[in-house]
């Protein structure tokens, strides 16, 4: 369980880049999670339910919306780059944002990604799938990052200074 998080409403939580307060709604009814301009994040959980168990709905929810996406830029940049992902996962790692098998032609994603900007993703997403072309961070690697995503270092560097996981940010 996330260290300063308890899951309970008026909680910070981020999705995609931005701060959502939690809000807990217990129902009978079907279990997740609903994003709002106006009310945040929505946990709808069962009466009673524990801290580990909306935990465990809200990771679930943030690696199914983390797939989607990432399969969708896999998508996007196998046209662009000619290559072919035979298979990518989303892990919680604690020190990368994303590696890659290039041998298996397997990528994998931190799950913490989801918490971060979308063209940070895109980005990670390129990042890994480039060394199925190249495998070390060399001036080819770097070429290629940059004949398709020129401001990857803006990108990159956004992500170098943000925390790998948001336990440590306060509510």
């Known amino acids: 369980m996330g260290i300063n998080h308890k899951y309970v409403s008026r909680e910070s939580h981020y999705y995609l880049g931005k701060r959502y307060l939690l809000s807990i709604q217990e129902e009978k009814g079907k279990q997740g999670i609903s994003i709002h301009k106006s009310k945040g994040m929505i946990l709808f959980v069962r009466p009673g339910s524990t801290a580990e168990r909306r935990e465990k709905i809200l ?81 080819r690697f770097r070429e290629i990052l940059t004949h398709h995503m020129p401001r990857w270092q803006t990108y990159r560097d956004e992500l170098n200074e943000a925390p790998l996981g948001h336990d440590e940010w306060r509510e």
């Not at 690696?63 to 992902?85: C, F, H, P, S, Y």
């Open 59 to 139: 990771t679930e929810w943030y690696r199914d919306e983390l797939k989607k996406i990432v399969a969708a830029r896999i998508e996007k940049w196998e046209t662009d780059l000619g290559v072919t992902v035979k298979a990518f996962g989303v892990r919680k790692m604690k020190t990368r944002w994303g590696s890659c098998n290039p041998k298996a032609g397997r990528i994998l994603i931190n799950l913490e990604m989801i918490k971060k900007p979308e063209r940070c993703i895109d980005y990670i997403v390129l990042h890994e799938m480039a060394h199925l072309i190249e495998k070390r961070h060399n001036d």
